[in-house]
């Protein structure tokens, strides 16, 4: 039976190789030039526990990690009731677990004795003892039963096996190798059994693989960012491990801080002294780093501040993925910060979005937070070559030579934006703080002042948003229905508009990147040829709607589906509740 697009999950405890297997399906399937998308997850814990991997493999371009699996593998049944719950099987699925390891999976199995599966008991553990002689090599038995079941590229797979061991030694290579066949053997007797759904393509160019985190550190770089500082936390890590080995090669620094505060204190003296800086992290460290942020904008300091949100409040689940940060992004900080928040909607976009960033904070002087999440963060995409012939981000225009002799730093503008000059050049001296000031930068209670210098401050949204045009329009512009939200909700909500479509219920989406400011004047004629508008988001409390609805010119349209994060949104369950909502509101009218 042959397929053309196909979703498996891997499911066992640290050391099975869960992860490491998923990854090599990915890259195995890019070098062929396959779509592909692979979500890693693990339990709260840092380190070590039990893990998953979730790989859907497409002809097409994939908007999402796909709502139920064709093909589940399990190493352990008692970790797969961890993550049960994000894992849905199609009806009819195959399932291949380690026999070796559950012997009494009869009695056991977790999915129910009914549910509608084709079993496969492969002996995993025993095949890579004969094969390579340890146990440890079953995840490259399960490899070789995988590529060989469902026709994925076990050329190019080879190949990735001999590059990751190639540093081991030739026995290390020689013994997986081994592995991998006796599994790809042992697949061979599954063949004719029961309907197996291989998955067939045309090899074409090779795609890269890249993870979100990865993405975002690539664009500060293209975008000519040179200094970063930040402090290690999860999910947001990847964005300082990479820069820490890439920045050195074009002459940038990376400082890793004793905390967050000083992280984001480096990263404003760093921006105010002319250079393109930024820091990354997680909820947790963004609430330490608001004070500064606050400095930032009154002191009107270039800089980017990447937040990788998790499962929150405190520490919440560390490694998982929600969109509950939204209202400290925006509103954090005391006082009235003039800031900007965008948010890219999938991996190649947060190279997109970061260079963007940084050129929003320096053409208006400003704090940019790209609020990204684990979802993206973590998850890797193959995806066309990035443009690594980008030029740089333009500097912020600075005055020199005559120019100086009438400079006022915070010189109020018609666009908000003052003059500034490079940092120790003669005669450009000037006062910069965090205490209100005038023109001058000279501190001041005035309230007459700290009206003018509020409204020049935020004067300043007012270009980013002529200036920055950042939104996706995805279904029918013609349907009575609409769709929004934010983030990673966007592949969830580009299928979800392409199943409505199908059940005759026709939808338009509406997806800004650009958070705040958000653009009002194309949010507002979007809701106005809508008769209904369904908002969705992972925030328990419905962060999104509560803000959508505090802004537009007609809120009474806006229906809301708000969850908790922890669970990755689906494009079935938006589905679910586009037909309520439009149900509902046929009886009432």
């Not at 139920?68 to 894992?87: A, I």
């Not at 042992?186 to 090899?203: C, E, G």
């Not at 962060?543 to 079935?572: I, M, T, W």
């Amino acid at each position: 039976m042959d397929v053309k697009e196909l979703t498996i999950g891997i499911v066992g405890s640290g050391g099975d190789g869960s992860v490491t297997c998923g990854e090599l399906i990915t890259r195995a399937s890019a070098r062929v030039g396959l779509h592909a998308l692979f979500l890693k997850s693990y339990g709260p814990q840092i380190r070590g526990g039990e893990s998953s991997a979730h790989i859907r493999l497409s002809t097409k371009p994939i908007p999402s990690q796909g709502d139920r699996l064709d093909v589940l593998v399990v190493f352990s049944w008692n970790e797969f009731k961890k993550f049960q719950d994000e894992m849905s099987l199609k009806t009819g699925a195959i399932v291949i677990h380690d026999e070796t390891m559950e012997p009494d999976f009869a009695n056991t199995n977790p999915l129910g004795a009914n549910f509608d599966a084709q079993y496969i008991h492969a002996p995993f553990s025993e095949l890579a003892e004969q094969s390579a002689g340890t146990t440890l090599s079953k995840n490259m038995v399960m490899l070789g039963v995988l590529f060989d079941l469902f026709n994925l590229p076990y050329d190019d797979l080879c190949t990735l096996i001999q590059r990751r061991f190639k540093k081991k030694g030739d026995d290390v290579v020689a013994s997986n190798m081994n592995a991998v066949e006796a599994g790809r053997h042992y697949a061979q007797a599954f063949q004719n059994d029961f309907p197996i759904p291989r998955l067939k393509y045309t090899p074409s160019q090779t795609k890269m693989v890249m993870a979100g985190n990865e993405a975002i550190a690539c664009g500060a770089i293209s975008a000519g960012c040179r200094f970063f500082a930040g402090y290690p936390i999860t999910p947001s890590s990847e964005v300082m491990e990479w820069l820490s080995r890439e920045l050195p090669k074009v002459d940038g620094s990376v400082v890793q801080t004793e905390d967050e505060i000083s992280a984001m204190n480096m990263v404003i003296g760093a921006g105010y002294s002319g250079e393109k800086a930024m820091t990354a992290t997680s909820g947790p460290g963004l609430s330490l780093k608001q004070e500064a942020i606050g400095l930032a904008s009154m002191a009107e300091v270039p800089c980017v501040i990447a937040n990788v949100q998790r499962v929150g409040p405190s520490t919440g689940i560390p490694t998982k993925s929600e969109q509950s940060d939204l209202m400290a992004t925006i509103y954090g900080s005391h006082g009235d910060a003039a800031k900007v928040v965008v948010a890219p909607t999938c991996v190649s976009d947060c190279f997109d979005v970061t260079r963007k960033a940084f050129a929003i904070a320096e053409a208006y002087q400003l704090p940019v937070i790209i609020l990204s999440d684990q979802f993206i963060g973590q998850r890797m995409e193959a995806i066309d070559p990035l443009d690594a012939t980008l030029p740089p981000v333009p500097d912020r225009k600075q005055l020199s030579g005559e120019a100086l002799a009438t400079m006022k730093r915070y010189q109020l503008t018609d666009d908000g934006v003052s003059p500034t000059v490079k940092l120790a050049t003669p005669g450009g001296e000037h006062l910069v703080s965090g205490i209100e000031h005038d023109e001058a930068g000279k501190p001041t209670s005035s309230f007459t002042i700290h009206e003018q210098m509020n409204e020049k401050r935020f004067k300043k949204l007012e270009g980013v948003l002529k200036d920055f045009s950042l939104i996706h329009h995805c279904g029918d512009s013609k349907s009575e229905i609409g769709l929004i939200g934010w983030g990673s909700s966007r592949g969830a909500i580009e299928e979800a508009i392409e199943s409505a479509d199908i059940l005759g219920l026709a939808v338009e989406g509406f997806v800004p990147e650009m958070i705040h400011p958000l653009p009002l004047e194309d949010l507002n004629a979007f809701i106005q040829t809508k008769r209904l508008v369904l908002t969705v988001e992972l925030s328990f409390q419905g962060q999104f709607y509560r803000y959508l609805k505090s802004l537009v010119d007609d809120p009474n349209k806006l229906h809301c589906f708000a969850r908790s994060g922890a669970k990755v949104l689906g494009s079935e369950e938006i589905v679910c509740q586009l037909q309520k909502m439009a149900q509902n509101t046929a009886i009432a009218n």
